[in-house]
């Protein structure tokens, strides 16, 4: 099955030191690139900060935009995997193993047609 | 016998009743576990129970009930998925594997086993854990789930059906944990079998006899647990705990449904052989020596259901017991209890002390200001006792318990 996993921002990204950072940087990276090998990630990106967000908001037809994300700063997505795993032991398993030391994910079996 | 002989309409709804309540859980594991679709499997299980219920009064009841159910439910299943389109590119694949769906189900623990772990899977709300296994394993119907946790019915059969449907479109697998996975797992499972136990025996108040079914339930789920676990020694500690107090039950309340306190319980009353049965569980669950809450609970149990009386109990005993449980659950609710075994030991004072250490985090728990009560009142301290009753009495709603406490009060004169 098919699904998607939204990364949140956690508070590492805005507090910790640069080094901190980049040693959290350097495991995402390597986590990625581990399971884009071995297929289990389908496609996989990462988001600009949410303060570039744009929320366009369709009320009885007319549209109107938002300056900010849809979700509220601590919940922000800061990026996504869409994964091909046998079930959702296994896509909770793998969300479980994002080297981050804080933030959700969301898990989202995909419509597949 | 005619069809419209009412005696003979009658056995033949009690039996299938009966027959139901044991093989529900068995029929819809295996159906389950073959049509994927938790709704279709209740469906066909319904249906083959309608037409028992048409059938039996006029033929009388089969030799194998439950062997007749799961062949008409499989005969109903096989007819519906070759109606249905849904199924047209599995069918063959599904015909065969109904067809060869054995009549006695040589598979079941295994099956059953499936099924409760999917039931009790952590993506699932604990409420809908709870609500599900009752559902699908058990075979209780939303309405009969509803009254015993007593939520309106629609709240419930929304919570199973949300549950059912989350589990076929997330893809949570229809299986039982590999070992490996079991010790993470399992607790979750035992906890809603504690659930259900604990709502039977504690909880709300409600209908006498339905309670007493959920107690059934639990120890029924706690035995498949242990019967298809048979090297984790938690679930037979479970069983044992649950068989236990399932022992006292017919003591536990007196003439006028008021609850009856452990120290003044008829001990000749308490159902001896399930006593035994459930000491020989503890002893089998130590022997394969890896000890847990539920195990330590039971022995507390056993404890007193083995001591002749109040006054004969093992209170040394106990408080080792107590500090081994302390250990693995360190909740102020069992620093509670445990304080009432010291009053035992070293007295009302010393007890007190250890009680109202807890306040900050008990404060809103009946049962400690109940516990303080008491030992305000061993003291001699007979209005301050009086006042934690009345601050009991405003935090429980279980009318056996109310009753209980308001005859303390009035017996110690502090209804004023």
Known sequence: MKYVLLLTRGAWQEEGSEQERAQVFGGIVEWFTKYRADGTIVEANQLREPDTATTVVVEQGRSTMIDRPLLEAKEAIGGYAIVEVPDLDAALALAASFPVPDGKVEVRPIVER | ?416
């Open chain 2, 1 to 416: 016998m005619s069809s419209a002989d009412p005696v003979g309409a009658q056995a033949a709804r009690s039996l299938i009743e009966r027959v139901f309540r044991e093989e529900a859980g068995r029929l819809t594991a295996s159906l389950v576990r073959l049509l994927g679709d938790f709704d279709l499997a209740e469906e066909m299980v319904g249906e083959a129970v309608v037409e028992a219920l048409r059938r039996w009064p006029s033929t009388g009841p089969p030799r194998r009930p439950g062997a007749w159910l799961l062949t008409c439910a499989r005969n109903k299943a096989l007819d519906r998925i070759r109606r249905e389109a849904r199924f047209q590119d599995r069918l063959p694949q599904l015909a065969a594997r109904i067809e060869a769906l054995p009549d006695s189900a040589e598979r079941e623990p295994d099956d059953r086993l499936r099924l409760i772990f999917t039931c009790c899977h952590p993506a699932l709300d604990p409420d809908a854990q709870v609500a599900l296994t009752l559902r699908a394993v058990v075979g209780l119907t939303t309405a009969e789930i509803a009254r015993a946790f007593l939520v309106p019915e629609a709240t419930l059969a929304k919570r199973v059906t949300r549950a059912k449907r989350k589990i076929a479109t997330a893809g949570i697998p229809y299986r039982a944990p590999e070992p490996e996975e079991r010790a993470e797992r399992l607790p979750q499972v035992m906890c809603v079998v504690y659930l259900v136990f604990n709502e039977g025996c504690f909880t709300t108040g409600g209908d006498l006899g339905v309670r007493r079914e959920l107690v059934d339930d639990a120890e029924w789920l706690a035995a498949l647990l242990a019967g298809a676990l048979p090297q984790e020694p938690e679930p037979l500690g479970l069983l044992a705990l649950i068989r236990l107090h399932a022992a006292r039950w017919p003591a536990r309340l007196n003439a006028d449904g008021r609850l009856v306190p452990l120290a003044d319980q008829d001990r000749s009353r308490w159902d001896a052989p399930r006593i035994r049965s459930a000491v020989a569980l503890i002893e089998r669950a130590a022997s394969l020596g890896r000890t847990g809450p539920y195990q330590i609970e039971a022995a507390i149990a056993a404890v007193h259901c083995e001591a002749p009386g109040w006054k004969e109990t093992d209170w040394p005993q106990l408080l080792r017991l107590y500090d081994m449980l302390l250990a693995v659950d360190p909740s102020p609710v069992v620093r509670l209890n445990r304080a009432v075994v010291i009053s035992h030991t070293r007295g009302p004072a010393a007890a007190l002390v250890q009680v109202e250490n807890l306040s900050d985090r008990l404060g809103h728990y009946h049962l400690f200001h109940a516990t303080r009560a008491s030992l305000l009142r061993d003291l001699g301290r007979a209005t301050e006792a009086a006042e934690a009753d009345r601050q009991a009495l405003r935090l429980t709603a279980n009318p056996a318990e109310r009753s209980l406490l308001t005859a303390r009060l009035r017996d110690s004169g502090g209804t004023g």
